[in-house]
């Protein structure tokens, strides 16, 4: 779908409340994957950008997020919308994937949202992603959302690592 080689699969399959599966597309030149060994001297150079698509294996649910890794660090910026204007096709490849595999996308906005799990109150994102977290739903997610409902992107300092979010379909 976005051609050979620029898919990272960074499941977290060690965890036994983690239920999603997650991959991280390139959408850097030359297709630098987040595991690629040239991935430092790309960033060097350029910021490293990303789309994160998160499967849930509970129901058919997704979310998607781009991830900007700055130039000269790795500090991460995170976006529900496409950091640039060129990486707007990815969104429309992404929702023709989710249409032709009967997957709900959720922004994040529904990600917080609560929901009954065995009597108790929590975030859709806890119950059907990751139940790692706390029940509310991750920080990360609940700044992102306000960033992303404020006109802004989500900015975390020196996170490689980071687990993430996504668009509402309208």
């Given at each position: 779908m976005f051609g050979q080689g620029t898919l990272d699969d960074i499941s977290d399959f060690d965890l036994e409340e983690c239920l999603?599966?997650?991959f991280l597309i390139s959408l850097n030149r030359g297709g630098i994957k987040l595991s690629s060994e040239d991935l430092d001297?790309?960033?060097?150079e350029e910021d490293a950008h990303f789309l994160e698509l998160s499967l849930s294996r509970e129901k058919p649910l997704a979310y998607?997020?781009?991830?900007?890794?700055?130039r000269g660090s790795w500090d991460l910026v995170l976006s529900e919308e496409p950091f640039l204007p060129e990486?707007?096709?990815a969104l429309d490849r992404i929702d023709l994937?989710?249409?032709?595999?009967g997957l709900l996308l959720?922004?994040?906005e529904v990600l917080l949202e609560g929901t009954d799990l065995d009597g108790d109150i929590v975030s859709v994102y806890y119950k059907y992603f990751n139940q790692g977290h706390d029940p509310e739903g991750p920080q990360w997610l609940k700044e992102l959302n306000h960033k992303t409902n404020n006109g802004g992107r989500?900015?975390?300092k020196g996170t490689m690592g980071f687990k993430p979010p996504v668009q509402r379909l309208g």
């Open positions: 999603e599966l997650t001297l790309f960033l060097e998607r997020l781009f991830r900007k890794y700055l990486h707007r096709f994937f989710a249409r032709g595999n959720l922004d994040t989500h900015e975390r």
